[in-house]
């Protein structure tokens, strides 16, 4: 019988999100959005169901996602369809689509799930949400600026210093300079040579060098490549500098910083954490010139970062920073037996039309195990209801930390907890 049962247990790589979790989860979500809100950016949302084509586009093609991570499939009319893997070509396509109407520069934020077939492993999944910050049609290097203290505000609202998270730098334009300068000119070996550097440190250096001895054809290239990514001169970066001036300065370059996405064309950047436990990367973002050109129409740049809530809640958990009790009720009332449940339900009403989280408790227990399922659940305040009150209309409540009581109407409860 029991081969029979469908099992408890999700999908490969996806979350069920228990109240504990979801209440986690909403923290994340509301303190993006409102981080988000505080820099002037609206949010959008879109179907998490985007035609295959979006996704294979010259452009905005990422050999690896493509080919190994998307879930794609014919629907019942005979298009191909893929459940979006990142946010990215979506806000493009929205933007190309009403180019007309926006007055640029726009900045816009979302926080969509996303699905990639990744082997499941720590701090990657097969769903997860990612805030989305962009800025299209504002080219000046401040936008660049607005992003990473954004990013980086991100942090401190977290309740996070500078000590925990480092943001590295590189752009893919210089970058593309310094191959020409080594005598690197064809497309198709920076990109490869981009793609390579994104899993140099999943590698072993000597698996790095020679498959970048393959790409170039020459092993003394391939030397003068790798050293000169591994270089510590930072040389000027106006990024660095503009983000000094905000008071930002957990900063640095790093060359071999190469990001997974072909469509970058500018600055690019991560947020890794410091912490020995947790050596990640957080967030990934940079500026990409192009790919508004799918749709057709001048091109419009844009720049923008995705944050995970994975590796967000890992970083938040490394570092101690999840302690509070993010979602109980103020209030619990607890009506004596099951015969005052309906008045424990109208009680509750009045309180919360003035703006309180109220729960009732309307089990079979004792009133005094009641009052510890209260405690428990970290409810601040309780109010035992028995026939007395409710004839006399006067009611009392108690604070489960301090002890204390007060007593009084409605209103006069009400007015007290309000208060405080
Ligand atoms: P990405 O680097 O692929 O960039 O992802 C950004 C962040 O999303 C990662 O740093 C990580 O926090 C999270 N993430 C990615 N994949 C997974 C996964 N399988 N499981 C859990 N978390 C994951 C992008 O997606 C770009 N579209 C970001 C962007 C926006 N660039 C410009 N604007």
């Known amino acids: 019988m029991t081969d029979k049962h469908l099992s408890t247990q999700p999908y490969k790589g996806v979350r069920d999100f228990y109240p504990d979790d979801m209440a986690i989860q909403q923290y994340l979500f509301d303190v993006w959005a409102q981080t988000a809100e505080s820099f002037g950016y609206e949010r959008v949302e879109a179907s998490v169901l985007e035609p295959a084509a979006l ?22 009319g005979k298009r191909e369809v893929t459940l979006r893997p990142e946010m990215t070509p ?19 934020y979302s ?7 990744e082997r499941a492993q720590r ?41 925990m998270f480092e943001i590295l730098i590189n752009n893919r334009h210089t970058m ?6 080594l005598g690197i000119t064809d497309e198709a070996t920076v990109t490869a040579i981009t793609r390579l550097n994104d899993r140099k440190d999943k590698i072993e250096a000597a698996t790095y060098e020679a498959e970048l001895t393959k790409i170039v054809q020459d092993q003394k290239l391939a030397t003068e490549i790798t050293a000169m990514i591994e270089s510590d001169d930072p040389g000027d970066n106006q990024v660095v500098a503009g983000l000094k ?12 910083l190469a990001r997974g996405f ?43 970062f995705g944050f995970g809530d994975v590796t967000m809640r890992d970083f938040l958990e490394t570092h101690n920073l999840l302690t509070a009790n993010i979602t109980s009720p103020v209030l619990a009332i607890l009506p004596m037996d099951r015969t005052l449940n309906l008045e424990g339900q ?6 919360r039309a003035a703006g309180l989280s109220v729960a009732t408790d309307i089990s079979e227990r004792k009133v005094g195990k009641k009052i510890s399922t209260a405690a428990e659940a970290l409810i601040e305040y309780v109010l035992v209801l028995g026939s007395d009150e409710i004839t006399a209309s006067s009611y009392t409540v108690k604070n489960l930390t301090t002890g204390e009581e007060m007593s009084g109407t409605v209103e006069e409860l009400i007015s007290q907890l309000t208060a405080s």
């Open 90 to 108: 979506t806000v493009a396509r929205m933007i190309a689509g009403r180019r007309q109407e926006l007055s640029f520069p726009v900045r816009w």
């Open 55 to 76: 996704y294979k586009a010259k452009g905005a093609e990422n050999e690896e996602m493509v080919n190994e991570q998307t879930y794609t499939f014919t629907d019942r």
């Open 262 to 304: 072909d469509y970058y064309t500018g600055t690019i950047f991560e947020v890794k954490d410091t912490h020995p436990d947790n050596r990640r990367s957080l967030l990934g973002g940079g500026r990409y010139d192009n790919l508004t050109a799918l749709f057709g129409g001048e091109p419009i740049s844009g720049i923008g």
């Open 245 to 256: 001036e905000l008071g930002i300065t957990n900063v640095r370059i790093d060359r071999s």
């Open 346 to 351: 109208k009680l509750a009403q009045n309180f």
């Open 111 to 117: 926080i969509p799930n996303l699905f990639r077939y």
């Open 123 to 163: 701090g990657r999944l097969r769903e997860h949400w990612q805030l989305n910050c962009d800025i299209f049609g504002a080219t000046d290097f401040t936008a660049d600026v607005e992003l990473i203290a954004l990013a980086h505000q991100i942090f401190l609202n977290f309740g996070a210093d500078e000590s």
């Open 176 to 181: 593309r300079q310094a191959y020409e300068l």
